[in-house]
């Protein structure tokens, strides 16, 4: 892995070579990430053409690092009763969606809050416990739909506003929560 920086426009990123078959673009923690195929060369050509969509998301997550100063963590949250609430909560979601799962994972994870396999498992990550009650039920909510609905699309956006019409609001507070999760739980290391 090697940090560059795109000169015109202040941006730091990093390469990483792997077995793909197409270059890809993410900014999944807050920083530009370059997913190349071995031996590619076309750098600064991707680069140069996804200017737009880059600078458009530096500057959404330069006003969610901006807003993560006025949001506070949660701290002293015991993690045995963070599951109680958690499990709780899924069922009482289940009951009212008429879903059933398998089983419920709790896992401290690096890129996402929750996930939900095809086998009707759900992770959750640990580091959830830090946040509101309410995004911790949003997340909860989020993740059952994918039940219904795998991918992010219309529908599933469609389902989530049954329950959430504010959806865009939560998942916005959730990047600004993971940045407080990034500089405060993950530089003390506790991951
Ligand atoms: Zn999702």
């Known amino acids: ?3 560059n920086k795109i000169i015109n426009i202040g941006i730091n990123y990093e390469t990483i070579y792997r077995n793909v078959k197409y270059p890809r673009l ?3 923690t807050g920083s530009l990430i370059l997913i190349l195929p071995k031996k590619y060369k076309n750098e600064e050509k991707l680069i140069r053409k996804h200017e737009t969509w880059i600078l458009r998301k530096k500057s959404f997550i330069l ?6 100063e006025n949001k506070k963590l949660i701290m002293n949250v015991n993690q045995k009763e963070f599951e109680k609430l958690v499990k709780s909560k899924i069922e009482e979601l289940l009951k009212e969606e008429k879903e059933k799962i398998s089983k419920i994972f709790f896992k401290k994870m690096k890129s996402k809050w929750a996930s939900c396999s095809s086998k009707g498992n759900i992770t959750i990550n640990s580091f959830l416990k830090y946040l509101p009650k309410n995004l911790i039920e949003y997340v909860l909510y989020h993740e ?4 219904k609905e795998k991918k992010h699309n219309e529908n599933f956006w ?3 506003s049954r329950k959430y019409t504010n959806y865009e609001e939560m998942e916005k507070d959730l990047f600004i929560y993971w940045f407080l999760i990034q500089k405060q739980v993950l530089k003390q290391s506790l991951l």
């Open 144 to 147: 059952l739909i994918h039940l």
């Open 63 to 68: 006003e969610a690092l901006k807003n993560s």
């Open 1 to 3: 892995m090697t940090t």
């Open 26 to 28: 993410e900014f999944k």
């Open 158 to 160: 469609r389902l989530i």
